[in-house]
């Protein structure tokens, strides 16, 4: 009996200590300190320079059938690995990253594992799951208890909304912001997002009710009954839901959960933390994938002016866009909503010759990106893209998604996987905000999700400068965004209107030119009218040879709201770019970017003195510049800069 006794106190003992452990785990610079604390259930934790930001916070994953991964965890293993290395982007915001983490890899009784990897730059954890049959998930549970009632920006819409400063308890309505989330605590900045989203929902946050100081993650459920609706009929409308949120295989690794850190607003410009955790590229053959600029028809209504024909959905139309992209050396002309029946892909339009307008572009060495809506080419994505093939079309725009469910993550995929057979690009609009699929499928060429200059079109407020300087360092942390620049009637707020077949942007014009240096993307939209940009043929000039992807970044400056300032290399050249919400302001630089030893021709492009009342008004000078000089950088409200630096 006294033996028997022994024993069982060995292995509650042994158990207790189970429940108690806490493994720690560094950042390679050993400033981000994760805790993990595993008892009855398990939680982590965030220090960074010695001061406490997140809280003990519980994780999570709850099956179907009852099964909790995380409550009463048994530990079998863990291993800690250290990785420092370079990785080489397709494209990107720089030619290599640097990807330097220390990972904790957790293994627990009934299949399933932890991972944890921390940055210099923030870290992230995943489950991964061995189980041998399909599962159903239930629930994810994922919290993130701050350490103060912090000031928080969220972005109350899954697409398309300006954000909401609030504080982390505040329960405004909608208690509701998808992805990424920026946290403003004293001294740092915190970025809640995820990546590697595949197979599985997309990630929200909510402020919890009656937890302080903490939000928890929400997932829209797995969709049961659906009914074509919305705008013009181009979405699909959940209206049944089922009681979990995924149906995936057992053996499978789940999304990134990722909180990432910034000292300076600024130092968020250049954080890769969403691609360095998305898987690697699933595409063979990426040899035809090309980046590139784009002369877009539906922003600017086809306005064009002094032509010989009647402008609008039609092959003489799409021909001046094709010889503008030409002239200019733009890659591709995309033909957006109205050149096909959007319920029939296969019914083109009967003012357009497509085959007329694919010998022509090929002849002038034009791509053209066909706009879909995305229940039609699901429904005739091999018939459609068959046909597209045959065509010879570069790419697809796919429009109306505006939901994050599994359902669509799903179609996310399946289109990508198809596309790139056929070597077509893919730039989803009217989707969720990116989760580093740009990396596993380099042909998604870019992604929507931002609330861009359309809204000029159809919005009373529309889009102003405080919005275009908060993007930055919010929603381009997710990855490339679709904003679609480029307006050439640009007014201060008191003149601004709303005029959907006229449209104008709000700010200067200078505002607008530097976006194409500051915003990413890789698809890069030319949103006015070809016969607006040639009545300014040095502005046009500047701006068409403006880059989309990038050999290095360096961020200059920056408050979120308020400022931006970036410089990008592409080659031996440097552009920059700065933009100011609506206070003028002042910014000095030091060109410390520049290369020690050369002198380099600095062509500018800055507000001109009557650009507060003009907004079209603007300064073009040249000067010669070196390594450490000192720049300055006037803005007018609503106001912008823009620079490239060659070196002679």
Not at 247 to 267: H, S
Request: glycine share 8%.
């Amino acid at each position: 009996m006294k033996c028997l006794c022994a024993i069982i106190f060995l292995i509650l003992m042994t158990e207790a200590r189970v429940m108690a452990q806490t493994f720690t785990l560094e950042s390679p610079g050993k400033d981000l300190i994760v805790k993990v604390l595993i008892g009855k259930d398990i939680h982590f934790g965030m220090s960074y320079k010695g001061k406490s930001y997140v809280l003990p916070s519980r994780l999570a994953l709850a099956l179907a059938n009852g099964k909790v991964l995380g409550d009463l965890p048994k530990l079998s293993n863990s291993k800690y690995t250290t990785v420092n290395r370079t990785v080489r982007p397709l494209y990107g915001i720089s030619g290599s990253v640097k990807e330097n983490y220390r990972e904790l890899r957790l293994d627990f009784k009934g299949d399933y594992t932890l991972l944890f990897r921390a940055y210099n730059e923030g870290f992230a954890y995943r489950f991964v799951t061995r189980i041998r049959d399909s599962i159903i998930v239930r629930s994810e549970q994922s919290e993130f208890c701050f350490n103060g009632n912090y000031e928080a920006f969220f972005h109350p819409d899954l697409s398309e909304s300006g954000y909401r400063r609030q504080a982390i308890s505040d329960q405004l309505k909608p208690n509701y912001s998808s992805l990424p989330v920026l946290v403003k605590a004293p001294g740092l900045n915190i970025l809640i997002h995820e990546s590697d989203v595949l197979d599985y929902p997309c990630m929200s946050v909510s402020s919890a009710a009656g937890k302080a100081n903490t939000l928890t993650a929400g997932h829209s459920p797995y969709p049961k009954r659906t009914e074509i609706g919305g705008y013009s009929n181009f979405g699909v409308l959940v209206k049944e839901s089922e009681n979990f949120i995924a149906k995936t295989t057992g053996t499978r690794a789940f999304p990134w959960r990722i909180v990432a850190i910034a000292g300076e607003d600024k130092d968020i410009l250049n954080n890769q933390l969403v691609f360095l955790l998305a898987s690697e590229n699933k595409l063979a053959d990426v040899s035809w994938i090309r980046p590139g600029r784009v002369a877009w028809d539906w922003w600017n209504a086809l306005n064009l002016t002094g032509v010989p024909f009647r402008s609008g959905i039609n092959t003489e139309t799409y021909k001046y866009f094709i010889d503008f992209a030409a002239a200019n050396h733009l890659e591709y002309v995309n033909l957006d909503e109205g050149w096909s029946d959007p319920f029939d892909l296969m019914k083109v339009s009967g003012q357009v010759d497509m085959q007329e307008l694919i010998r022509y572009a090929k002849e002038k060495g034009v791509g053209l990106i066909l706009w879909c809506v995305w229940h039609t080419l699901d429904r005739q994505m091999t018939e459609a893209l068959d046909q597209f093939e045959r065509w010879g079309i570069s790419g697809i725009k796919v429009d109306f998604m505006n939901r994050d469910d599994q359902v669509l993550v799903q179609f996310h995929e399946r289109l990508l996987k198809e596309a790139a057979k056929r070597k077509m690009l893919v730039n989803f609009h009217g989707a969720y905000h990116p989760t580093g699929t740009a990396r596993t499928y380099p042909n998604q060429i870019n992604v929507e999700g931002v609330k861009g200059l359309e809204w000029n079109k159809f919005d009373s407020l529309g889009v102003n400068p405080v919005h275009d300087v908060t993007l930055p360092f919010i929603r381009m942390f997710a990855g490339s965004m679709d904003y679609t620049p480029g307006a050439m009637q640009n007014y201060n707020r008191k003149d601004w209107r709303q005029v959907p077949d006229r449209p104008m942007s709000q700010g200067t014009r200078c505002h607008q030119l530097a976006m194409y240096i500051v915003y990413y993307a890789p698809l890069q939209m030319l949103s006015d009218a070809p016969t607006a940009y040639q009545k300014e043929p040095e502005y046009l000039k500047f701006l068409s040879a403006i880059p989309t992807v990038w050999d290095e970044t360096v961020p200059l400056a920056g408050k979120t709201g308020e400022y931006v300032a970036i410089a990008r290399k592409k080659n031996s050249k440097w552009f920059a770019g700065a933009m100011t919400n609506w206070d003028a302001r002042e910014l000095t630089v030091k060109l410390d970017f520049l290369e020690q030893g050369k002198v380099f021709s600095a062509e500018i492009l800055s507000d001109g003195l009557n650009a507060e009342r003009m907004g079209s008004d603007l300064e073009h000078r040249f000067i010669k510049v070196k390594k450490g000089d000192t720049l300055r950088i006037p803005m007018a409200g609503g106001g912008g800069w823009a620079a490239t630096f060659s070196p002679e």
